[in-house]
């Protein structure tokens, strides 16, 4: 087990460079300087010179490959630099916005498994058998539609039209009703199309015959014996949707509002803020890598034969 865990740190850490490594290289080729956009202000009146020394002091200066180990040596040491349009430590920026990404994206996931759980159990009933085949096209209606739209259209619907839930001064809860459905329905129609096929797929195995031989009903037939061992290909996929929950968490933010990474991210772009966006990034990458490695240990506690896989019990 701890040669198992050792291997998946290590592809863990190895995807985590290679996002620190990309995005370093594509903020670096993107047109501006946020030195240049701050201080060039006329307004401030700082003479070339002064700006110069503006630029040394944040060390855009100095050649790129030298920005690169500077940055990653930083980061290894949970430094991400100061925010030039904000004059503050990046940390403290990341510090004060994740709760809200946080408090948004969190309850967003737990409503899509609950809604991935609810279409496969109903469909799943002998008179509702027809929701199995419309669900089948419900992926490619949802990942289509674009998050801002659909927030946009969520407004509209529920605030607008029906007036349920107030856009200007909403409670705390209002506030986050609409962005969790905004960001969980496009992640939950995949989970469910996926836990149909491999409740299909378990369900034809020899033991789920036996068990309905020995008189078990379907109900219990599917929650006793199916469901569990059905479980394995929606953890996986759980995890890689991750990556697209947090993005439609970042872009829900911006559509209703919210503080948060979105907001900061949305400020860092126009502003050209390189260590805000590298630090998003970053962040990001880190929460896919950590969802994805407590996958892998929670599934050879559905399955006993990956128990083997992964070098012992568990």
């Known amino acids: 087990m701890s040669h198992y865990l050792l291997r998946r740190a290590g592809q863990g850490l190895l995807v985590l460079w290679a996002a620190f490594t990309l995005s370093f290289v594509l903020l670096q080729v993107l047109p501006g300087d946020a030195v240049l956009i701050k201080f060039q202000n006329p307004d401030l009146g700082l003479s070339p010179a002064q700006i110069e020394e503006m630029r040394i002091a944040y060390g855009a200066d100095s050649p790129l490959w030298q920005q690169y180990f500077h940055t990653l040596l930083a980061m290894l040491r949970g430094d991400f630099g100061y925010s030039v349009q904000a004059g503050v430590a990046v940390s403290a920026l990341i510090a004060s916005n994740l709760p809200d990404t946080l408090q948004l994206a969190a309850p967003a996931f737990v409503l899509a498994v609950v809604l991935a759980f609810v279409l496969a159990f109903v469909s799943r009933l002998p008179a509702l058998r027809w929701l199995s085949n419309a669900i089948q096209s419900l992926p490619v209606l949802f990942i289509s539609l674009p998050t801002f739209w659909l927030g946009i259209a969520l407004i509209q619907l529920f605030s607008f039209q029906l007036r349920l839930i107030p856009v200007i ?62 479980l394995l290909p929606v953890l996986n996929i759980a995890g890689l949707l991750l990556g697209e929950l947090i993005a439609g968490a970042l872009i829900t933010e911006t559509v209703f509002g919210r503080g948060g990474l979105g907001q900061l991210t949305q400020q860092a772009v126009n502003n050209q803020d390189i260590a805000v966006l590298q630090a998003v990034v970053m962040i990001s990458a880190l929460g896919f890598v950590l969802i994805n490695l407590l996958v892998d240990l929670l599934m050879p506690w559905f399955d006993p034969r990956l128990k083997t896989v992964t070098g012992g019990a568990v």
């Open 169 to 230: 001064n909403p409670s705390p809860l209002q506030g986050l009703i609409l962005p969790i459905i905004t960001v969980a329905i496009p992640i939950s129609a995949p989970l469910a199309q996926i836990l149909l096929r491999s409740i299909d797929q378990v369900s034809a195995q020899p033991f789920v015959g036996v068990a309905r031989a020995k008189g078990v009903s379907e109900t219990g037939v599917l929650w006793r014996h199916v469901i569990g061992n059905a």
